[in-house]
């Protein structure tokens, strides 16, 4: 089979991205549970796994290609102090993925490789889905926030 440095080089970069995804979402899981936050906790923790499962269908799919996977340097978790900046920061990664799978299944269209388009299209649905639940969470916050700043306020 022939190789495709460019298809390649977004195979890797997507799994770079999962990983680092695995480990922001794990880092906030662990960081709501020290704030006692446990549902935020549950669900990060679920974030997670479903990143993680990203990154295992990237690693078969360079696997069937003949390479082996070669993760760069993780990123540094963003620093937060509260929910909304994780969220805000969870914001930024999951538009980050879209950009690229969209980039990556784009090309792989144009040059008719069909696995790799069926495997980047699937993920694009997947971190859509992912930045619709960062922004209805973020929406749930505010109705919290300013239902607790009215309750203050009595
Ligand atoms: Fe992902
Ligand atoms: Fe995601």
Redesign the pocket.
Known sequence: MLMDPKLTGYLQRALNHEMA?VQQYFTQSALCELWGLDDAAAKFQH?SV??LE?AKRLTRHLLTLGIVPNGAQLPAVPPVRSLRDMLLADWQ??AD?IRLYSDASQYCARVHKEAAYHLFDGLLQ??RE?LQDVESWLDDLAVAESQQKGASRV
């Open positions: 995804a974030e479903e990143e990203h990664l999951e993925a997947e971190e992912h």
